[in-house]
């Protein structure tokens, strides 16, 4: 194809390999879907947690009554509470048995409704 053929083929690509190995490619896919699993895992912990916050505010508008938190109660009781436990989630090393998991659509959501073992769920 010669040169301009090499050029328009890389502008065009998704991933360009520079050199003929792939193993960093398999690293990237791995880290790829850990941090997939990490930000499900954060998401669903802080959802979780602030359910309850989520409750109190949404009876309390139901009722009619004042607001029981003000917002910069609930971003203090949010940031002193929610923070790092997130991001010890957030930055969890990936399982050994990632690459042996099928991937993921595109399409799948972040959380899904039935709990699986790579649905979300925190590990011990």
Known sequence: MGNS???AARQIADVVLVKDDLAPL?????RGGAVAINIRKAIRYLLATNLSEIIVMLGATAAGGAQ???PIQLLWINLVTDILPALGLATDAP???LMTQP???P???LCRARIS????VMRG
């Open 103 to 105: 991937p993921g659509t």
């Open 107 to 109: 399409a799948s959501p």
């Open 5 to 7: 053929g090499v050029e």
């Open 68 to 70: 029981p938190l003000s």
């Open 26 to 30: 398999a690293e990237a896919v791995a």
């Open 95 to 97: 399982d050994a048995e």
């Open 117 to 120: 073992r790579h649905s979300c």
